[in-house]
């Protein structure tokens, strides 16, 4: 079994920055990527960023230089630092990591977070 749990979520000012944090558990052998997701209301979920073991971050270009994302490999966990939010940032939050479990090492799932609450308003 494998748990991903998402944290940080809040109400933040235009402006302002929010930090998340994705924590990882259960019968993890390795995580190859991990990914930061947002669905607004009404809209289909889209990428954020994501983060490869061994290589730098990518970002939606709407987020780019706004948005950090960084991983603690040790701990199996993903952080996104947001900085200058902006209304349309408003969204559920998902982590998402591509994971190989000790009971099928070398085979890779995709799993997903319960998501955590961001909302930019004044």
């Known amino acids: 079994q494998v748990q991903l749990v998402e944290s940080g979520g809040a109400l933040v000012q235009p402006g302002g920055s929010l930090r998340l944090s994705c924590a990882a558990s259960?019968?993890?052998?390795?995580?190859?990527?991990m990914a930061w997701y947002r669905q607004a209301p009404g809209k289909e979920r889209e990428l954020v960023g994501t983060i490869i073991s061994g290589a730098s971050a990518n970002y939606a270009d709407s987020v780019k230089g706004r948005f950090t994302i960084s991983r603690d490999n040790g701990k199996n966990r993903v952080y996104l630092q947001m900085n200058s939010l902006k209304p349309e940032d408003k969204a559920v939050y998902y982590c998402?990591?591509?994971?190989?479990?000790?009971?099928?090492?070398?085979?890779?799932?995709?799993?997903w977070g319960q998501g955590t609450q961001v909302t930019v308003s004044s």
């Open positions: 259960g019968s993890i052998f390795s995580i190859s990527a």
């Open positions: 998402n990591a591509r994971i190989s479990t000790v009971l099928a090492i070398g085979s890779y799932n995709y799993y």
